[in-house]
């Protein structure tokens, strides 16, 4: 018996004592207690529940003595003790008997204690503003949270003068950052940078310019925040959007990129009205950090050699030019580094070979200005900054040309800067070990197929095939969730409605080119009172197409920045119309320019073979996702009004696995140019594009068409068999007949013999494009090739 009434004993321990524990009635903290940083997470909680004060593991072994959200998932702390010291397992936060309020760390050491007004403390409290006080006997307060704030701001707490709020380092370390939002005792309100990691400020981003009358800054229960002066009438806003409490838990925080921001959080799901329960911005200042923080010393808004841009969801983000690197990927302030060697600054040595530029549209970093030249044109600017060894930017901007050194400082992107940024780069042997490990964790591959302007029924069935394949492996892509995909829409480029390109095109009536799934109008838009001739592709309705997709596409598009391709200046995804702005390339395609009118000379012709190659090993070796072009050929490289070669077409890209072990999609490309392996059951991989520019390489030499069924020799109709027949006889002068030019540059041998290598039906002999640049540009001999055709397949 006695058994069994120990036995429900049991019972009702088990499943009553949680229930009466999470019912406890609310107490005050007495003289005596203590909290311990321990796992067990004891805290003391405000009468509803709704904040806690107590030790918050941010790290392993690493306590923050803190006040929080205590009923939201999200971990939001909005006061703590220690910020900049975390204490380890074992340390102690206690109310004394003589009223002392201590936190020591597990030795003993005391790390931190509350000021006291006066003496006579009796009790503590956790309140339900989320103010932790200490009060005497009378119920006086002695000693609060709220005049200590350290980056938060609640409802009822208000910012006195000589008070600041500091950010926290970084979203997840909460030691004391960058920015500083201080009530002077002037009476001005103002956001500093912070000379990091001394307490000094350096730089005024924002202030309400209150001098003399500013008294104190009030968040009250309606959810605006204000400042006020000393009789009450109110002076600015700093966040004035109404929010109720008792709707919502609300918080005012300088985040760590240096923005105030007002977030809310629904109590519950019939408050939210829709929201998501989760925090939602509801103002901030300033309205854009990135081109409010300037200064003659520091970074900007964002780390050295970095730029700062507004986000779509308000959050600023600092991000890298192209052919450079974070240096810590868990400081987004850390800044970037360039992933290449140094420009050489003797004389004799200089390089200016070895460098290119990658544009920026709307780009500047104007802490770093060392040189301007007036009325100077965009080439002149190229050039000038090419020869400087101290340059590391251009910026062309209304004739005007500004060179920018190192460290680039400042940098923004937004609409209102205008021009562009000619950024230098390396552009052989540029990739350092870090890009390189990041280009090989990356499980995106974007294939780049030129299929909009084919017309044969063959390639459109290409079409279909490959972009059924697009869809089954992008929706493998979304279900894996492996490695998102960053969408980064409005970097550099512009999105237009359909009415502005209506407009710009005139109604589309130019058309410059037309294909199965798209058409190309020619149209003028216009950037800041300047006109720009640009191209309009308008795609046919693809109904697979998503509006994430298209523009996850024209966001990777719009990255790939260097002067050997085309550049997308915007698109427009308005309803069901699909539109990309490019670049309008005055001289037309490489195809004209070689079949159609008198011989280009040899000198030009194998500077656009240089060009070519450059842009295509750029997209194989440079770009954060490596692109496989899939269709080079001589529609598809275009010549703009200094007869430079940019390689076009971004019509559809395709987003693949880069899953090489097994044949992965269908056939692309157009005949002739297409590698031997698209018809075998084989991988596709860069070496297809190796293949179409050995083609296009032997068509440059020879000037004249690959496939030719008029010629009068029957073993001449094929210009790649040809072309290895002459070699093998030792007749190469034969594939040029009276081009003097190329007969006396003593690498016209060498081209072919590149060429042979690139065509070699076995794509593992092929030499990668980075290989077919250094055998072009003769840092290393060029081997003997083999036939072309020797290749004997298993299948
Ligand atoms: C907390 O202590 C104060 C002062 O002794 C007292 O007035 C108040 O009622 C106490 N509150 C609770 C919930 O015990
Ligand atoms: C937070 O950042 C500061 C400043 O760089 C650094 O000293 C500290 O070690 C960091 N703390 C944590 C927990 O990472
Ligand atoms: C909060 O401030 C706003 C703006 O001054 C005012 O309209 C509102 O009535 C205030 N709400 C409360 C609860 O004081
Ligand atoms: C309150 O103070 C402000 C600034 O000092 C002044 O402009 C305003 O006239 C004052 N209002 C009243 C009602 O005294
Ligand atoms: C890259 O450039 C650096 C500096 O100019 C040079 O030392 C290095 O040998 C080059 N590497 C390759 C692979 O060309
Ligand atoms: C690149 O990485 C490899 C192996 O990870 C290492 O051996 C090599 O020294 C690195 N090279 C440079 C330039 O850092």
Not at 30 to 36: I, V
Request: aromatic share 12%; glycine share 6%; hydrophobic share 40%.
């Amino acid at each position: 018996m006695a058994f069994q009434v120990s036995n429900i004993m049991l019972f009702i321990l088990m499943f009553l004592l949680p229930l009466s524990a999470t019912a406890q009635p609310y107490r005050n903290v007495t003289l005596g207690s203590a909290l311990t940083a321990n796992n067990a997470k004891s805290t003391w909680l405000s009468p509803s529940g709704e904040f806690a004060f107590g030790f918050q593991q941010i790290i392993p072994g690493g306590y923050l003595l803190a006040i929080w959200f205590n009923k939201i998932p999200e971990t939001t702390i909005v006061w703590s003790a220690n910020r900049d010291n975390l204490v380890q397992e074992g340390s102690r936060v206690q109310l004394f008997a003589d009223g002392r309020f201590e936190l020591s760390d597990s030795r003993g050491q005391r790390i931190w204690a509350a000021t006291l007004s006066r003496v006579g403390v009796t009790y503590g409290a956790m309140l339900d503003t989320g103010n932790f006080v200490l009060a005497n006997s009378n119920s006086v307060v002695l000693w609060q949270s709220f005049d200590e704030p350290t980056d938060t701001l609640l409802p009822t707490q208000t910012l006195n003068q000589d008070v600041k709020l500091v950010s926290s380092f970084s979203k997840t370390n909460y030691s004391r950052g960058r920015f500083i939002f201080i009530l002077q005792n002037d009476g001005n309100l103002v956001s500093y940078t912070r000379n990091f990691p001394m307490d000094n400020v350096i730089f005024a981003y924002w202030s309400t310019q209150t001098m003399g009358t500013g008294f104190q800054v009030i968040f009250n229960q309606s959810g605006y925040v204000f400042l006020v002066a000393q009789n009450g009438s109110l002076l600015n806003y700093v966040a004035s959007n109404a929010a109720s409490s008792s709707q919502f838990y609300q918080r005012a925080i300088l985040e760590y990129d240096g923005v105030l921001r007002h977030y809310v959080y629904p109590k519950s799901v019939n408050s939210a009205g829709g929201r998501a329960m989760a925090w939602s911005i509801m103002d901030f200042i300033p309205s854009n950090i990135c081109l409010r923080v300037g200064g003659i010393t520091g970074p900007g808004a964002c780390g050295f050699n970095s730029f700062c841009y507004l986000g779509t969801d308000q959050m600023t983000v600092c991000d890298c030019p192209t052919g450079y690197s974070i240096i810590d990927p868990n400081d987004r302030m850390s800044g970037c580094k360039p992933n290449f060697a140094a420009q050489n600054c003797d004389e004799e040595a200089r390089e200016t070979d070895h460098f290119s530029f990658n544009d920026m549209l709307n780009t500047d970093w104007p802490g770093s200005d060392y040189e301007d030249f007036d009325q100077v044109t965009e080439d002149w600017c190229r050039q000038v900054c090419l020869n400087d060894c101290f340059c590391a930017v251009a910026i062309y901007r209304d004739s005007k040309c500004r060179k920018r050194r190192y460290p680039l400082s400042i940098g923004r992107v937004d609409d209102s800067i205008g021009g562009k940024a000619l950024i230098k780069i390396r552009n052989t042997n540029v990739t350092a070990n870090s890009s390189v490990s990041e280009k090989s964790s990356r499980s995106t591959l974007i294939i780049i197929g030129s299929v909009l302007l084919g017309s044969s029924t063959f390639l459109n069935l290409l079409l279909l095939s490959s972009l059924l394949l697009y869809v089954f492996y992008f929706n493998r892509l979304k279900s894996n969730r492996l490695q998102p995909y960053q969408v980064l829409p409005g970097l550099n480029i512009r999105r237009f409605s359909f009415k502005d390109l209506q407009g710009a095109t005139n109604g589309f009536k130019e058309e410059l080119g037309r294909g199965a799934y798209s058409t190309v109008y020619k149209g003028i838009v216009k950037n800041d009172n300047i006109e720009n001739v640009v191209a309009v592709k308008k795609l046919h309705k693809i109904a697979t197409e998503g509006e994430q997709e298209f523009q996850a596409e024209v966001s990777s598009i719009s990255r790939t920045n260097h002067k050997n391709l085309v550049q997308l200046l915007g698109y427009c995804d308005e309803g069901q119309n699909r539109l990309l702005v490019y670049e309008f390339m005055s001289n037309g395609s490489l195809a004209n320019f070689l079949f159609e009118n008198s011989r280009p000379n040899w000198y030009k012709r194998m500077q656009i073979a240089f060009a070519t190659a450059r842009g295509i090993c750029y997209l194989h070796e440079e770009c954060s996702n490596q692109i496989i072009h899939c269709d080079i050929k001589p529609q598809n490289v275009l010549l703009d009004e200094s007869f430079t070669a940019k390689i076009s077409d971004f019509g559809l890209a395709k987003l693949l696995k880069p899953d090489q072990s097994r044949t992965t999609t269908g056939i692309r490309g157009t005949k002739g140019y297409v590698a031997p392996e698209w018809f075998r059951n084989m991988p596709i991989t860069v070496k297809v594009d190796v293949y179409s520019f050995g083609i296009l390489l032997l068509e440059l030499i020879c000037c004249r068409r690959n496939y030719e069924p008029d010629v009068e020799v029957e073993t001449e109709m094929i210009l790649a068999d040809f072309a290895y027949d002459c070699y093998k006889e030792g007749t190469l002068h034969l594939l040029v007949a009276n081009d003097e030019e190329a007969l006396n540059d003593k690498r016209f041998d060498k081209f072919v013999m590149i060429a042979i290598w690139c065509i070699q039906e076995d794509p593992t002999l092929r030499p990668t494009m980075k290989r077919v640049m250094q055998l072009m540009e003769g840092s290393v001999e060029v081997p003997i090739p083999p036939d072309p055709a020797s290749y004997i397949t298993s299948v």
